[in-house]
């Protein structure tokens, strides 16, 4: 019954802004690391960033600076704010949540950044 549910995904063009959101079910979200990652195809999925239940933070270097991570324990919800995106950052962004062994991922949401 656990699902993590990743919406908001779009076109945009190079230097806007997008906020994703992932929506968790069937986990006690409080206790739960949860991170952003993205996938291009052929390519190995790669962290974007992560928040701890503590609320701390950690940034991949290729975002850091541009994307803010959040979230918000009464609703289940983490966010990743983007902005000035570049057309690197094209990717299926995965929303992610780990627990002791337990781990567990969303379907993955398309952003596509271009002009």
């Known amino acids: 019954q656990v699902q993590l549910v990743e919406s908001g995904g779009c076109l945009v063009q190079p230097g806007g802004s997008l906020r994703l959101p992932c929506s968790a079910s069937?986990?006690?979200?409080?206790?739960?690391?949860m991170g952003w990652y993205r996938q291009t195809p052929g390519k190995q999925r790669d962290l974007v960033a992560t928040?701890?239940?503590?609320?701390?933070?950690n940034y991949a270097d290729s975002v850091k600076g541009r994307f803010t991570i959040s979230r918000d324990n009464a609703k289940n919800t983490v966010y990743l704010q983007m902005n000035n995106l570049k057309p690197k950052d094209t990717a299926v962004y995965f929303c992610?949540?780990?627990?002791?062994?337990?781990?567990?991922w969303g379907q993955g949401t398309q952003v596509t950044v271009s002009s």
């Open positions: 992610n949540g780990n627990y002791w062994t337990q781990v567990y």
């Open positions: 069937g986990i006690n979200f409080a206790t739960y690391t």
């Open positions: 928040i701890t239940s503590g609320g701390i933070t």
